[in-house]
C-alpha cells in the first residue's frame, strides 16, 4: 500500500472517495463492464453487517424475506402504463437463449414490482391473506448511460433491498409508510448517517407511485445523495395486475399498495460521511475488523509480547469481537499507518512496558485518543470505546451536516447555497409542479421536495412561496444532487 | 390446505414432490417464465439455513466471501476455448440497453469463472498473493432446452455457491480438493444426504477442467441426482487469462486452480430423502419451524390452556428455539396434519391434562411418538430429541441409500438395476473414456465415474473391464440421473 498523503476529503472528495473504496479492497472497480464493480472479502464483509441491521430491523416489524427472479417478460414488465414509461429507456434486454432468439424479451429486473405483483395477485384472495410484507435483497440492473461512480451511479446495484406491501385500505397503506419511515430513520441513525426526509415532487417521484418520499444525505462535496425511498402505490398496480381481495361483505376490492427501498449507496455514505484524511472511519457495528493487535517489539523481548498478544487476541475472539492479529514483519507505525486506513475502529498496542504492567495501550481510531488500562478491564473498556465511537461519529455526523442547511427566503440565497456551500437550502414552496421546476431552473439546483423531517427548520404558516408568492406552511429542501 | 391422502413419495416420486414443495410454501412454480421460480418466505428461511451451514465450513477453512458481477461480456467469456464450447448453446444473451443495441453481448454468468478470473489476473503478482480461496452464493443461469422441474432442472439458478482458488503449485491445487471434498462430505453430512463421490468420466466433465469430481445421491425414483461438483482446472484457465506469479526466484509461472459448487439442488435433497407420505420432515437444524405449539382447549378451560401455551412459547423462544404457537380457530387435528405436512419435527400439545400436571405432551415428526415430560425438564427433552431425529433421519437415509446400491459384473445385471430396481450399479471399469460410453449405450444409463467413496464396495483388484475385459482396480457407478 502506497503513502496516502494527498488524501483530502473535503477538499478533493471524488478522489478521496475512489483512493478510499479501492484501496482498503472494499470493491474492485476494475472489471471490464462500466458500472459493475466487485466486492472484494472486506467489502463483502462490512456489506453484510450494513444488511444485519437491515434485515434485523424488517424481521422485527413482520417482514418477511423473500426471493422472486431476476427476469421479467416483457408484457408483464409493460403492464403499468407509467412505470414501463419510467423504465424502457434504462432496462438490460435479454433477447437469446443459446443460439436462438427468445419469442418473447426479457428485462433483467431495473426493481421489482411488475415481477412480484404478478404473483401477488396469485396470492391474495381473501382479506384474510393480507396483509402481506415481504422484501428482498438482490441484484438489478439500470442502464445507466451517464458517468457510472462506484457504489453511486452503478448499472449492476448489487445491494438492492426492496420492499413490498399489500393492505386493504388506503389508511393502512398510509400506516405502512409511517412504519417503513420509521425502520429508515432506525437504520440510518444506527450508522450514524444524517438525513432529511423530503416528499418529492410529482415530476420526480416513482414511476407508478401516488406520492415518493426520499431520504436524503449530504456528501462532503456538497451534493445530496438520495439513500431511501418510500412509495405509497395507491392501487396503481393493483389495478394493473388485478390484484383484488374478497372483502368482509364479499365485495371483490383493489388492494392498496407501498414499496420501500435501500441500495449499496448506504454504503458509499457510511465511508464518505465517517471517514477523514488519514482513510475511513467505520462503526464498531459494522466495522470487518474491530479491534487490531499490533506487536510493539524490541530485541530480546519478542516472545513475551507475542504471548501476550496472543493472549489478547483468544481473549476478545472468544467474546465475539472482531478481532485481528497484524504478525506482519513490518514496522509498527507502518501498521498502524495501514489500520487507520481500513477503518479499523480499535488498535490496541502491546509492547514490553504493557506486558511488564499487565497492560494495554487502546488507540480509538475517531479521535486518535490514546489510553491503557489494565488486562483486567479490558473488555469493558473495549465495548465502552464502542458505544462512544458510535455515538461521537453520529453526533459528529449530524453536527456537520446540520450546519450546511440554510433556511432562507430568495432564490438567490438558494442559488449561493447550493452553488458555493455545499449546502442544503430550504425556501417556502406552494408544492406546486410548476412552481417547483421554475424554482430548479432559477437555482440550478433540485427540488428534493417538501421537507417532512421534524426539527430542521420551523414553518410559522406566513411563508410565501418565491414564484408564485403564494402563502404556504411548506419548506422545500433543494441541493445540488448525486 | 386440502387434503393430500394421495400422497406416495416411493411410487409417485413426481407428484409427491411438486405437492410437497409447492404446498408447504418453499417455492412458487407459477412465475412466467419456464424455470424461474419464487422463494416463498418459509422455503426462504430453509434455504438460509442451508447456506448458514455451506457459510460456516467455508469461512472455518479460509474461505473468504465474494461478489463478482453478473454480466460477463463475450470476448471474456470466450477466453477458454474448452469452457465457451460447452456453454455457448446454453447461456442467455443480452444484447439491448433501453432503447440501444449494445457494443458487445454480455452473458448471463452460468458460472463465474471468466468474470473472477480475468480480476484474479490483476489481484495476483507475487507468490504471497497466494493461495486465494474465495466464494460466492449468487443466481446463475443456463437456458434449458429440456424439461425444467423446480430445484432441480431450472433456468435460474438462484443458489448457486461457487468457490474458486488459485495456487502456486499442482501439489497444492491436489491438497485444495481434497479440502474441498471433506468440505462438502461434512455439509451433506449435516443435512443427513447421503452420497456416491466419483470421478466423472473425461466425456463428462466440467468444460475447461482436468477432472471433475461429484457428488450425486439417491432420489426416491431411482434416480441419482448430482449435488455438488468439485474440478481441478489445472493451468488450463490460467493460460487463457495469463494468470501468473512470480515464484521465489523471480520467475513468472502460471497459477494451479481450482473449483467447486453446490446449488439449490441441496434443497430438492433434503425435502426428496427425509420426507414420507405425510409430507416434508425437516432436520431442526434446518427447519423453519423447530417446535409448533397447539393448544387442546375444551370448553371452560380455555384460558388456562392457551396462558400455559404462551409460556411454554416464551420459555422456547427465550432459548432461541424457532416456535410458533398456531391459535388458529380449527381443530387441533386439522393443525396436527398441517405441521406435519410441513415438516415441522417437534411438535407439542398441551390439554387441561397437561396443565394440571405441570407437563406437555410431545411427538416428534419423524417417528411420530408421542411422550410426556414435565415443564421442568421440556428445554432439555427437546434438545435431546433434536439431536435424535437428526441422527433418525441422516441413519435411515444412508440405510435406504446403502440397500440400493448394487456390485455386480455384467452389463445385463446393471441394466436390470437401473431400468428396473432404482439402484446405483457397480462395476468394474478401465476407465476408458471409449468403454464408459460402450457401457452407457448398452445399459442405457449413465456412468457417474469412477468411485472414489471408501467403504461403499471392495475391489480385489483381480475385476476386469466388461467391455476391453482389461484388469482393472476400478468401479465405475452407473445409474439413471437427473
Known sequence: MEEKTSLDKFNNFSEWFRTVITDIDLIDTRYPIKGCYVWRPYGFKLRKYVLDIIRRLLDNTGHEEVLFPLLIPEDIFSLEREHIKGFEGEVYWVTHGGLRRLEKRLVLRPTSETAMYSMFKKWIHSHADLPIKVYQIVNIFRYETKATKPLIRVREITTFKEAHTVHTTAEEAEKQIKEAIEIYSKFFDELGIPYIISRRPDFDKFAGAVYSIAFDTLMPDGRTMQIGTVHNLGQNFAKAFEITYEDIDGKHQFAHQTCYGISERVIAAVVAIHGDNRGAIFLPTIAPIQVVIVPIIY?????????????????????????????????????????????????????????????VTIVRRDTMERTTCSLDEMKDVIKKLFTEIEENLRKRAWEEFRKRIFRVNSLREVKEIVQNRRGIALIPWCENDECGLKIREEVEGEVLGVVLSKGIADVTGNEVCPICKKQTKKLAAIAKTY
Do not use: M
Open 299 to 359: 530485541k530480546g523481548e519478542e516472545e513475551k509480547v507475542v504471548e501476550a498478544c496472543k493472549k489478547v487476541f483468544d481473549a476478545l475472539k472468544y467474546d465475539g469481537i472482531r478481532v485481528f492479529l497484524d504478525e506482519r514483519d513490518i514496522s509498527p507505525g507502518r501498521k498502524f499507518y495501514d489500520w487507520e486506513f481500513r477503518g479499523v475502529p480499535i488498535r490496541i498496542e502491546i509492547g514490553p512496558k504493557d506486558v511488564a504492567n499487565n497492560q
